[in-house]
């Protein structure tokens, strides 16, 4: 007789990094398994993500939620649509500012994957709340759903505006005791 209660699903903790700079990749001080070095933003965070959610037993991969914690994407963002907005010698084309958004980053691996687990853009908090909120963040996680994956995406501006490397970090959580 079933009681209407599934058995706790096993999901590993993993760690995935891509990024678009080889050195970046390289030197980062992050465990990772294979990381890879992609041209574009969307291709690292693809990779990242890719790899996330392969670790993920295969009941949960299309319904886990996606937190993706925004802050440095968002500033470079803004900064390299301004740029292009003071640029005499560039028109502006509306993927211009269709770029500045973070879900752009994200979209193309959750429509690709058939993902239909909710996804979450969390924005920057103020510079002195920071430090407590990383210490404490620990997403959501319950019997009912059982994995997350949390994807920070971290940028390293050049001189110009326009240039970054970027470094895409997904990582598998689950809750402790189940």
């Not at 465990?31 to 993500?49: F, G, N, W």
């Amino acid at each position: 007789m079933t009681t209407g209660t599934r058995a706790p699903v096993a999901v590993p903790w993993h760690r995935a990094l891509a990024g678009t700079d080889e050195a970046r990749v390289a030197a980062a001080p992050v465990l990772a398994a294979a990381p890879t070095v992609h041209r574009k933003p969307v291709d690292a965070a693809s990779a990242a993500l890719g790899a996330a959610f392969g670790a993920l037993p295969e009941e949960l991969r299309a319904t886990a939620p996606l937190y993706v914690l925004c802050r440095d994407y968002g500033t470079w963002a803004a900064r390299r649509f301004i740029a292009r907005c003071h640029d005499p010698a560039r028109r502006l084309r509306p993927s211009d500012s269709v770029g500045l958004e973070t879900s752009e980053l994200v979209r193309p691996y959750l429509t690709a994957a058939e993902h239909r687990g909710d996804c979450y853009l969390l924005a920057q908090l103020p510079a002195a709340r920071l430090p407590a909120a990383q210490a404490e963040f620990t997403p959501p996680v319950t019997a009912a759903r059982p994995a997350a994956v949390v994807l920070d995406l971290i940028v390293f501006p050049g001189e110009d505006p326009r240039d970054a490397d970027c470094l895409a970090l997904a990582t598998t959580w689950k809750a402790s005791g189940l």
